[in-house]
């Protein structure tokens, strides 16, 4: 072969393979950007902040490997995802407003630091738990009749991730450990929900908050009244059709349960909860004559109703009785049920993803991950970290 000949088969070949090379290496360039991005993306959902350059790098190369959920551990490394991403994902449940607008307190820091350091999450409603600033730190005693250890905490600027410690409700507030029900018996959810009224806020917020449902969404007007209060007209405007049709839908279920809370109170005058054993607050007696045959609460026994029927749906444990005494079995029922697990992972995808889960795909990711949360012993941390992965791209 000549040689202006083998130039012209070199040419021919440089000619194909070049192009090749060029759309391997841009292919490679352009992959490896993209999860660049999906690792900067992750990080400010969860963190709210842009990661350093190291951390960058590392969550990069974790996404490169297909390690997704490690990318999303190392986010949740930086101390903002505390001080900041969970502390708004936690504090509208604390106030009947339901606002983030409001400052951290008992119930924000014990969600903060049980997500933290990984304490099944269905100990939510039930555990003898509360989180406060360590004691160096020097920030206001007496948690009791006050939310100053916590306002202080905030207003310092404390890193909540490294200085948070755990501690017990009953050495606090003067309830015992068989009365605490986790955040139900905080003083921020005692202020908010145990004050006046007649106690049925508790319930009410409890299952918005941590079940996703309200009342409306749960009435059944199939269930026995039998423990419906004396306060609540039977023939409402005069027309018992409206109690027939409506009201006996949401009390039927809802006093045999908040009946948990019967010797819980907070107190405004000492500004602190109360708790009365064996003796039935007066708000539980109030407006007897509204309807004389009515239900006298005589202790804190609750049942639910709502194991039979419509709100069957929401998967109560069928290892569990279904009936107690007090607020803390009545956690246990609720935070054992499908409803409530599935809730933390809505909320959760809510805060990631910035947006409402909004067709078939993301409801089956949805199911997914809460059966991951299950099987992981209720840990928050995996259905952050499994969010943002399934998110990372949106």
């Known amino acids: 072969m000549t040689t202006t000949r083998l130039q012209r088969c070199i040419d021919r070949v440089l000619h194909i393979l070049i192009p090749c090379i060029l759309i391997v290496?841009?292919?490679?360039?352009?992959?490896?950007?993209?999860?660049?991005r999906q690792a900067k993306r992750i990080h400010d959902r969860l963190a709210g902040v842009p990661p350093s350059a190291a951390v960058l790098d590392d969550m990069e190369a974790?996404?490169?490997?297909?390690?997704?959920?490690?990318?999303?551990l190392t986010a949740m490394e930086n101390s903002a995802f505390y001080n900041v991403t969970l502390k708004n994902f936690a504090t509208p449940w604390t106030n009947r407003d339901r606002?983030?607008?409001?400052?951290?307190?008992?119930?924000?820091?014990?969600?903060?630091?049980?997500?933290?350091?990984?304490v099944p999450f269905n100990q939510l409603l039930s555990a003898d738990l509360l989180y406060k600033g360590d004691d160096s730190l020097g920030l206001p005693a007496n948690l009791q009749t006050s939310n100053d250890h916590y306002l202080a905490l905030?207003?310092?600027?404390?890193?909540?991730?490294?200085?948070?410690v755990a501690d017990f409700q009953s050495v606090y507030y003067g309830i015992p450990a068989t009365a605490t029900a986790g955040i139900m018996t905080s003083r921020a959810a005692a202020e908010a929900f145990f004050i006046d009224g007649t106690n049925r806020a508790?319930?009410?917020?409890?299952?918005?908050?941590?079940?996703?449902?309200?009342?409306?969404?749960?009435?059944?007007?199939t269930r026995s009244p039998d423990r419906i209060r004396q306060d609540v007209s039977r023939s409402p405007g005069?027309?018992?059709?409206?109690?027939?049709?409506?009201c006996i839908g949401c009390h039927s279920g809802m006093d045999p349960m908040a009946q948990a809370f019967a010797y819980y109170n907070f107190d405004a005058g000492s500004q602190r909860i109360e708790f009365t054993p064996g003796v039935t607050q007066p708000k539980y007696h109030i407006n007897q004559n509204t309807f004389k045959y009515g239900f006298v609460t005589p202790d804190d026994h609750w049942d639910n109703y709502w194991r039979a029927g419509q709100n069957a749906l929401l998967g109560w444990d069928a290892g569990l009785p279904g009936s107690g005494d007090g607020a803390k079995?009545?956690?246990?029922?609720?935070?054992?049920?499908?409803?409530?697990?599935?809730?933390?992972v809505e909320k959760a995808f809510r805060t990631v993803c910035l947006r409402e889960p909004g067709n078939s795909q993301d409801r089956s990711r949805i199911n997914s991950i809460t059966a991951s949360f299950k099987a992981d012993n209720y840990n928050m941390k995996t259905v952050f970290a499994e969010t943002a992965?399934?998110?990372?791209?949106i």
């Open 329 to 344: 079995s009545l956690g246990i029922e609720l935070a054992s049920s499908e409803a409530f697990a599935r809730c933390q």
């Open 238 to 246: 005069g027309d018992s059709r409206i109690f027939n049709n409506s």
């Open 202 to 221: 508790m319930f009410r917020f409890t299952l918005l908050n941590h079940l996703c449902n309200d009342l409306e969404q749960l009435k059944d007007i």
């Open 25 to 36: 290496t841009c292919s490679a360039a352009v992959a490896a950007e993209l999860e660049r």
């Open 62 to 72: 974790d996404l490169v490997d297909g390690n997704d959920i490690d990318a999303a």
């Open 99 to 118: 606002t983030l607008f409001a400052p951290l307190n008992d119930y924000t820091a014990t969600v903060i630091g049980m997500v933290r350091d990984e």
């Open 389 to 393: 992965a399934y998110c990372k791209g």
């Open 154 to 164: 905030e207003q310092q600027g404390i890193d909540l991730k490294e200085n948070l």
